[in-house]
């Protein structure tokens, strides 16, 4: 298990929605964290985004805020093209 601290926002708009659009869970974005195969910065955002694996073995990637040391805003998540 991570030792990351994730904030999840479940109110309309947040972005536990953005990433369940995408038919990602916010356990499929946790798990990316532990299972990170590359890192990158987003062209159209500046902000840090991973490569990772979900549970079931998708590739994803994630778009993501730094809050503090060890705490994550996920921004949104996709399985890339």
Do not use: K
């Amino acid at each position: 298990m991570t030792d990351f601290e994730f904030i999840w926002d479940e109110q309309p708009g947040g972005n536990v929605e953005h990433i369940e659009a995408n038919n990602l869970s916010p356990e499929d974005v946790e798990c990316a964290f532990e299972l990170i195969s590359g890192r990158d910065i987003s062209r159209s955002s500046g902000r840090p985004m991973i490569y990772g694996y979900t549970p079931d073995d998708r590739e994803i990637v994630v778009i993501y805020e730094m809050i503090a040391d060890r705490t994550i805003y996920v921004v949104t998540a996709y399985e890339p093209d």
